[in-house]
């Protein structure tokens, strides 16, 4: 009975898929219809959270349409088939590869474009390209590139919406992952930028306290073994302070085990220890 159940479910799956992607290729021949498209794009990425390895196939299919949904100048369109594409990337390896070798030149355009607008577009945009950056080196090599990541760099600013810097988070820590980018990260800037994302304004809530766990993440992945990266660090305006009402607060125990191990990468350099240590004392008496 529940087989028969979940293959009825699956058929039905396939057959919402079908009429989906013929919605969107309708909307996008001859004469483009934003609004239909649109709406075809945000059916897909939701069938999308529900498709499992029958789908695959159809999926793939689907794939030039979503790509192409990219070039039409709408940017709720625009918006929606960057967020179908992150959910296709998210479900197999082999959707991930072709996603990234067909589109991340066109989500790299979008990254540089959007800059600065805002929006529902600049953040599907971010989180696609964090998505393929985890696994999908033509993504990492894309996004690397002197006209991309001080885009992405840029972002990183606790003045920014949560979600947005969430996303610029989840993609510094993709490419962190990445020990050959390392060095060139640094070289860019990264370690000031995920200090920014420290500095939250107001109490560090649940979603604060995520971004601020993003943040560390990359500076734990980046400070070792490079003493100008722990130099700039100690040098982030705030950033101690930072590190010290995360080391404090009681909300994330990972957040403030995480505060510490940076922390501790700095005083682990003999030329900054001083420093730190004076700082970290006065925010003491200072509270």
């Known amino acids: ?147 991309a990541l001080p885009c992405l760099l840029r972002m990183a600013d606790a003045s920014q919406p949560l979600k947005l810097q969430e996303a610029v988070a989840d993609g510094l820590c993709a490419l962190a992952s990445h020990e050959a980018a390392r060095d060139a990260l640094c070289g860019a800037g990264a370690v000031p930028a995920a200090a920014a994302l420290l500095a939250q304004r107001g109490d560090l809530g649940p979603p604060q306290l995520e971004v601020c766990a993003r943040a560390l993440l990359v500076l734990g992945m980046l400070l070792p073994g490079r003493p100008p990266a722990a130099a700039q660090l100690a040098a982030a305006p705030g950033a101690l302070r930072a590190l010290l009402a995360l080391l404090r607060q009681g909300g994330d125990v990972d957040c403030r085990v995480l505060a510490r191990d940076v922390l501790g990468q700095l005083l682990k350099d003999d030329a900054l220890k001083p420093a730190v240590e004076a700082e970290l004392r006065g925010g003491g008496e200072a509270s």
């Open 1 to 147: 009975m529940a087989a028969a159940a979940s293959a009825l479910d699956s058929q039905q799956l396939d057959g919402e898929l079908e009429r989906a992607l013929a919605g969107l290729s309708a909307a996008l021949e001859g004469e483009a219809q934003p609004a239909a498209a649109g709406r075809a794009l945000a059916v897909l990425t939701l069938l999308l959270s529900r498709a499992g390895d029958g789908q695959l196939p159809a999926i793939h299919a689907a794939l030039p349409a979503i790509h192409a949904a990219l070039g039409v100048d709408d940017q709720l369109v625009q918006a929606n088939a960057c967020a179908a594409l992150t959910a296709a990337a998210a479900l197999d390896d082999g959707l991930a590869a072709s996603v990234a070798a067909d589109c991340t030149p066109k989500l790299v355009g979008l990254l540089r474009s959007c800059e600065g607008r805002g929006g529902e577009l600049q953040l599907n945009v971010v989180s696609a390209l964090g998505q393929l950056a985890r696994d999908q080196q033509p993504a990492v090599q894309a996004v690397m590139q002197p006209e």
